[in-house]
């Protein structure tokens, strides 16, 4: 049987064409694969941060609201002996009333003193909680964007093991939504996908 060495080549040829174009996607995957994972990294730490701040924001409002009921239970107390006090008032002699008088003042100025602080301590839970929702905003934007590249990675190995070009234009998609979420958090950008937001929580 003979054999034309021109007619071997050009049946290779479709093959050496298939395994470049093969190399050049699984290039591209392995690129953008890279890109993503670095990405989310950075994103991670800034996340990791996020979350230590919530939880701190956490414990400041619990404390704070804890040292209110405390300023609260300390300022009916001596508002009650203040009562109590004024009526014992009642009927003294002029030398016992002057030392009532003096006890009275000692319990108003404490209980006065603690609704002053008790306020104060009100105004910083407030605070902490408005820090709380301010972090957990930028907490639920890194979420996002996490959940949205692990999709990208998921098509994109797909994609490697399949060798379909239009899977890898899939994953793109949730690429580009989870880098902008991902810029978003670590830019201060005011975007929060409410709907989507709940439907995951």
Known sequence: MDINPLETVEDLEPNKTEERASGKLNMMVA????????????CKVKD???VQ????AQANKLDHWAFYQARNLREEVAKSTIVQLKLAQMGRNVEEKKAYEEAISSYEKLASEQ????????????????????ANYKDDQFDLSDALLAVAISLLA????TKQRWLYFAALVPTAFGFYMGLAGLLGWQVHPDYLIKLLS
Do not use: H, P, S, W
């Open 48 to 50: 990791d941060n996020i």
């Open 115 to 134: 609704a002053r602080k008790k306020e104060e301590l009100k105004v910083q839970a407030t605070q902490d909680q408005i820090d709380y929702d301010a």
């Open 158 to 161: 797909v994609t490697a093991l």
């Open 31 to 42: 690129v953008t694969v890279a890109l993503l994972a670095t990405f989310m990294g950075i």
């Open 53 to 56: 701040a919530m939880q701190q």
